[in-house]
T-cell receptor
């Protein structure tokens, strides 16, 4: 069935360093890949997304890359700051207009 | 996000009771979704609706029911058949079939006493 695997489950980086979170999807028909950030007790919020006709997209310190052949996509955060600490979820578009969600990555920014 | 509201923010239920969680949106979105999130876990789809008067089961529909009588409203009822309902419930919506981005409400935290 449709599946998205997300790694790592926890990532701890020094403030100012870069963080990379990776996701692999199973459905070759997926064409939309969003990333959401969820702070403790809050709602998930979209931070960046990419479509299958684009290989890379950047928004200030955040970038997403997509490799359709390998069916994986990654979130890159540069110059990490304390406010980047949160849980990050990747997703891929599935059948019936659903999103197939990864299990989440807890990002910890060490001062 | 500001166009999606959920109430109440916190809800306490005794065992054997049915409770209904509210989700309202003023974004004129066609599609609405209900997710369950357990502590430290990801999002699991309960029910979704692409259009008024139509809805489909998600991955964990057992013990839940929904209705979609109005475009702006998609209430979720947690029935007594749901044996472990304590969780964070998130409602989301998206504009329609030609769009993909889902926007979330602030969530309802349900606790069974």
């Amino acid at each position: 069935g449709e599946n998205v695997e997300q790694h790592p489950s926890t990532l701890s980086v020094q403030e100012g360093d870069s963080a990379v979170i990776k996701c692999t999807y199973s459905d070759s028909a997926s064409n939309y890949f969003p990333w959401y950030k969820q702070e403790l007790g809050k709602r998930p919020q979209l931070i960046i997304d990419i479509r299958s006709n684009v290989g890379e997209k950047k928004d200030q310190r955040i970038a997403v890359t997509l490799n359709k052949t390998a069916k994986h996509f990654s979130l890159h955060i540069t110059e990490t700051q304390p406010e980047d600490s949160a849980v990050y979820f990747c997703a891929a578009s599935g059948s019936n207009y659903q999103l197939i969600w990864g299990a989440g990555t807890k990002l910890i920014i060490k001062p | 996000d500001g166009g999606i509201t959920q109430s109440p923010k916190y809800l306490f239920r005794k065992e054997g009771q049915n409770v209904t969680l509210s989700c309202e949106q003023n974004l004129n979105h066609d599609a609405m979704y209900w997710y369950r999130q357990d502590p430290g876990q990801g999002l699991r789809l309960i029910y979704y609706s692409q259009i008024v008067n139509d809805f489909q089961k998600g991955d964990i529909a057992e013990g839940y029911s929904v209705s979609r009588e109005k475009k702006e409203s998609f209430p979720l009822t947690v029935t007594s058949a749901q044996k472990n309902p304590t969780a964070f419930y998130l409602c989301a919506s998206k504009a329609g079939p030609s769009t993909d981005t889902q926007y979330f409400g602030p969530g309802t935290r349900l606790t069974v006493l």
